[in-house]
C-alpha cells in the first residue's frame, strides 16, 4: 500500500515558465522543487510580438516538458512574463484565456495557475524575502520588495529601456554605421561586428539588422562588450554609460523603498552582467549609495524562482 502512495506522489508535478524578450524557458520539478525536464522557445514578450505569439512560445516551451507525461497531475503551474507588472498588469485573465485555447497545455489547468511578471521569477531564484533585483538582459528594469509596498523603475521596452543589450546594440550600431560613413572615430566594432555575423558589404550588414532587429540588435552588445575587453574606448564608453544607467535604475528603486542604510539583498540576473566592466561599474557606483547592500549575483537559472512560486501557489 504504500508502495502505491509512493507511485501517485510521483506523478505529481508543479510547472514554473520564465518568460523573456529573447527566450521562454519552462520547468518541470516534484513538489519539493527538484526539476526533472527543461523546455525552451523563443520570445514571450506579449510587448513586442503581441499576446498570440507570445502565448504560442509559452505554449511551445510547456509543450516539450509535458512530452510523454500523459499521466502526469500538474498540481500548479506560475507564469512569469515580461509587461506584466507594467501595461499587461490588468490583463492576466485575458492571458489564462488564450493560453486555455491550447489542446497542448490543457493538462495545466487541471490545477493552479497563475500569471505574474518575470521581475518576480527572476528575484525568487536569488532571495525568499525583501530586497531589489536588478535585472539587466535585452532591457533594463529594477523591481523592489518591502513588506507590502513594491515599486518598479525602467522597463518601458527598447524604445526606452537605457542600460540593457538592446540600449547598448543599438549604441553600437550606431557607431558602425558613423564608422562606415567616415563620421566617426576609429573603432573595434566594425571589423569585429562583420567578422562574427560573417559579412562583407554595407548592405548585408543594414539586411541582417533591420529584419531582425529583436534579435540581432541586442547580440551587437557581445560585440561590444569583446571590444572594450581589448581596449576600444569607443566601446568601453557604451559599456560604461550602459552601466550606469543601470545603476541609476537600481538606486532610484533603493530609495523610493528606503534602503539606503539598510542591509538589505540585490539580486543581479541578466546577461550584461556577463560583462567584467559592465559589473564592476554597477557594483561601484550602487554600494556607494548603499553601503550595507548585499549583492547577489544569480548563478541559478531565473526559471527556479518560477518553480518557488508554483510551490506557493499550491500551498495558497
Known sequence: MKKNNQKIDSNKYLIGVDGGGTKTVAALSDLKGKISKIGKSGSSHPRNLGLKKAMENVVKAISQILKDKKNAKILSTFIGLPAVAEEFKFRKREIIRKLKKYKA????????????????????????GDGVMLNTGTGCVAHGWKGKKEIHVSGWGYLADE?????VGQKTF?????????????TLLTKLTFKKLKL?????????????????????????DEASQKDDKIAKKIIIEAAKESTLAAKTAIKKLKFQKNRF?????GSMFKSKIFLETVKKGIKKFAPKINFILLKEKPVIGAVKLAIENLKR
Open 265 to 269: 539583498p540585490l539580486v543581479l540576473v
Open 200 to 224: 562583407k558589404r554595407e548592405e548585408d550588414f543594414l539586411n541582417v539588422v533591420y529584419q531582425n532587429p529583436t534579435e540581432i540588435v541586442p547580440l551587437l552588445s557581445v560585440f561590444c
Open 105 to 128: 497545455v490543457s493538462k495545466i489547468f487541471e490545477g493552479k495557475v497563475k500569471i505574474g511578471s518575470d521581475q518576480e521569477v527572476a528575484f525568487r531564484a536569488g532571495v525568499d
Open 163 to 167: 542600460g540593457g543589450a538592446f540600449f
Open 174 to 186: 550606431q557607431v558602425i554605421l558613423k564608422n562606415l560613413d567616415g563620421r566617426g572615430s576609429k
